[in-house]
């Protein structure tokens, strides 16, 4: 693995201005952009809860918890802690669809390429990717992709023919 770089549709990020930082770690100053587990988040005085404050939420993590706060948070990352736990997948499709969320959500951990498409359709927008193979296949702007689906998504598509369940990429519902 890679050290960890920052991925969004357009391209890769070098400065990144979050830092995830552990339950043990000490917010020190209001100048950093730190992501706070959830926990530590709603343990927190409401005054420190600023957008310099994002959330990242463990696979077991309720997103409802949040909802008080979302319009305080620019940032959200969500974890992804192998290839076959999907349920940041359901917490990105909620944030965006149920709780109405508008700003960034992080898939984290274990980020595949193959993957990525469907975290997108989720609501997903950056990504920071470790995988060597997701590494270059982003930088040679290989992302694959399936061209119609058959369920809505958290992101808008648009209807394709007369099948109101098959939809294409890129336009409204």
């Known amino acids: 693995m890679k050290e960890p770089r920052l991925w969004t549709r357009d391209g890769f990020v070098d400065d990144d201005a979050w830092t995830i930082v552990s339950d043990k770690e000490i917010v020190v100053d209001g100048n950093s952009k730190q992501v706070l587990p959830l926990a530590r988040y709603l343990d927190m005085d409401d005054s420190l809860r600023t957008r310099a404050v994002g959330v990242l939420l463990g696979p077991a993590d309720d ?75 982003l930088a040679e702007g290989r992302l694959p992709g399936i061209d119609t689906y058959y369920q809505p998504a958290a992101v808008p598509t648009q209807s394709a023919g007369k099948y109101s369940w098959r939809r294409t990429p890129g336009a409204a519902a």
Not at 92 to 99: F, G, K, N, V, W
Not at 103 to 127: E, K
Request: hydrophobic content about 45%; some cysteine.
């Open 63 to 137: 997103v409802m918890d949040l909802e008080p706060f979302l319009d305080r948070l620019d940032l959200i990352a969500v974890t992804f802690p192998a290839f076959n736990d999907g349920r940041a997948f359901s917490q990105a499709s909620l944030l965006r669809s149920r709780l109405g969320y508008a700003g960034d959500i992080r898939a984290t951990g274990d980020v595949l390429i193959d993957q990525i498409p469907l975290m997108l359709r989720c609501g997903v927008t950056s990504f920071k990717v470790s995988n060597t193979t997701a590494l270059k296949r």
